[in-house]
């Protein structure tokens, strides 16, 4: 079946350390995303791309980085940078259009202490 | 621009009655409408969209929404409420921007035996 992995399911980091969350898909989806969930404040957008070697900052990037160096896979680096990196991560991919719905992997919690 | 509010963060029924989450948009371009839910530490599913096609929009689950262009609203309904329902519903809306997507904050449904 297509769809989308996301790894580790939970990830604990000490503060200082920038670690890389995997997000992998076989839809052959050209765009993907990846989102941030803290509780009461919905989904918020960190970075997109829509194309190989291409991406662009989404609501909230600072802090985190990203590459697209092959269209099933779209990796996000959360950096020591980020002030506040507990947060539960999702990663999304669509056909394209404005009207293709999201189709989400099943997140990674971190957990930065 | 575009943004969407819920109404009410928790909402609780009795199993068998009516489910009522409410959802109002605001678009400055025809709006594409979806409806996603979360169960707990799993990604978003796609619960129904409206692209225009019909102003009652059917989806999984027993779930339907209607749109109402003259209230900004499409709020989430379903008849009679089951004890899996109980999950987390984001309403969201896209249609012009290739960042797209704008999420609600959530509304976490519980269920009562």
């Known amino acids: 079946d297509g769809g989308i992995t996301q790894s580790p399911k939970y990830l604990f980091r000490k503060e200082g350390q920038n670690v890389t969350l995997s997000c992998e898909q076989n839809l052959n989806h050209d765009a993907m995303y990846w989102y941030r969930q803290d509780p009461g404040q919905g989904l918020r957008l960190i970075y997109y791309s829509q194309i190989v070697n291409d991406f662009q900052k989404g609501d909230i990037a600072e802090g985190y980085s990203v590459s697209r160096e092959k269209k099933e896979s779209f990796p996000l680096t959360v950096t020591s940078a980020q002030k506040n990196p507990t947060a539960f991560y999702l990663c999304a991919s669509d056909g394209g259009a404005y009207n293709s719905p999201l189709h989400f992997g099943n997140g990674t919690r971190l957990t930065v202490t | 621009a575009q943004s969407v509010t819920q109404l009410g963060s928790h909402v609780s029924v009795s199993e068998g009655a009516l489910v009522l989450l409410r959802c109002n948009y605001s678009s400055s371009v025809p709006p594409y409408l979806f409806w996603y839910v979360q169960y707990p530490n799993q990604g978003l599913q796609l619960l129904l969209k409206y692209t225009s096609a019909a102003t009652l929009v059917k989806g999984i689950n027993g779930f339907e929404a209607e749109f109402k262009k003259s209230e900004t609203s499409f709020h989430l309904t379903k008849p009679s409420a089951h004890m899996s329902d109980a999950a987390e519903y984001f309403c969201?809306?896209?249609?012009?921007?290739?960042?797209?997507?704008?999420f609600g904050s959530g509304t976490r449904l519980s269920i009562r035996p």
């Open positions: 969201a809306v896209s249609g012009s921007s290739a960042s797209k997507i704008i």
